[in-house]
Nanobody, 115 residues
Framework: QVRLVESGGGLVQPGGSLRLSCAAS????????MGWYRQAPGKQRELVAT???????NYADSGKGRFTISRDNAKSTVYLQMNSLNPEDTAVYYC?????????WGQGTQVTVSS
């Protein structure tokens, strides 16, 4: 059974940084595209970034130049480095992957940007 577990969220001041981690189990991690999404209160879940098996990446405009997605296949973990955070980045951040036509999601990790 595929399981995704996020960690690394927390409270950070505007302009600060956080690194989120998502540990995967139950699958051959290295061959699948992994993604980070976020959902702010009262808003729809939105894409943040994705990384393919060849390590090519894609970013939503909101995170370009500030966020970096990466993966460590040996640890079956995908990361999201977030810099220059602002209050608009406050959301629950979710890890995601698509395997065999099924979307798998983690439980989410809360990121709050506030002074």
């Amino acid at each position: 059974q595929v399981r995704l577990v996020e960690s690394g969220g927390g409270l950070v001041q505007p302009g600060g940084s956080l690194r989120l981690s998502c540990a995967a189990s139950g699958t051959i991690f290295s061959i699948y595209t992994m993604g980070w999404y976020r959902q702010a209160p009262g808003k729809q879940r939105e894409l943040v970034a994705t990384i393919n098996s060849d390590r090519s990446t894609n970013y939503a405009d909101s995170g370009k130049g500030r966020f970096t997605i990466s993966r460590d296949n040996a640890k079956s973990t995908v990361y999201l480095q977030m810099n220059s955070l602002n209050p608009e980045d406050t959301a629950v951040y979710y890890c995601n992957t698509l395997i065999g036509g099924i979307y798998y999601w983690g439980q989410g990790t809360q990121v709050t940007v506030s002074s």
